[in-house]
C-alpha cells in the first residue's frame, strides 16, 4: 500500500511563510513526478507546482517567483516552500505523485493523492 501523506499547513498573515511536506511510504521502485494541486471552496482543483524525476520544475504562474518545489529523494518526501502568501494562496493543498513499482507481471504504475494539508492566509 502506497501513501502519502501532506503536513505543514497552518494559518498565516499575508507576506508570511509556509513550508509544506509531502512524504510517501509503501513499496515501490521510484517516485515519478510529484505535483502540488490546491483547491478552496468553490473553485476548480489547481496545478500549483510539478517537479519531475529529474528534478525539473514548473510552477503556476501567478506563483512563480513565491513557492518553490523540491524533494528529498533519499526521504521519499517533497516540499512546497511559500513565501510572500497572499489571501488568494488559501486552500486545501494536496500533493499528488506516480509511482513505478515492480510486481511478478512487470512493472506497474500509480497516481496517488494525499487527503491534503490546509493552507489559510489572514491577517
Known amino acids: 500500500q502506497i501513501e502519502l501523506v501532506e503536513s505543514g499547513g497552518d494559518v498565516v498573515q499575508p507576506g508570511g511563510s509556509l513550508r509544506l511536506s509531502c512524504a510517501a511510504s509503501?513499496?515501490?521502485?521510484?517516485?515519478?513526478?510529484i505535483n502540488w494541486y490546491r483547491q478552496a471552496p468553490g473553485k476548480y482543483r489547481e496545478l500549483v507546482a510539478r517537479?519531475?524525476?529529474?528534478?525539473?520544475?514548473k510552477y503556476k504562474d501567478s506563483v512563480m517567483g513565491r513557492f518553490t518545489i523540491s524533494r528529498d529523494n533519499t526521504k521519499n518526501t517533497a516540499y512546497l516552500q511559500m513565501d510572500n502568501l497572499k489571501s488568494a494562496d488559501s486552500a486545501t493543498y494536496l500533493c499528488?505523485?506516480?509511482?513505478?513499482?515492480?510486481?511478478?507481471?512487470?512493472?506497474?504504475?500509480?497516481?496517488?493523492w494525499g487527503q491534503g494539508t490546509q493552507v489559510t492566509v489572514s491577517s
Open positions: 499528488d505523485a506516480d509511482f513505478t513499482t515492480r510486481g511478478h507481471a512487470g512493472w506497474d504504475f500509480y497516481d496517488i
Open positions: 509503501g513499496t515501490f521502485f521510484s517516485i515519478n513526478d
Open positions: 517537479i519531475n524525476s529529474d528534478n525539473s520544475t
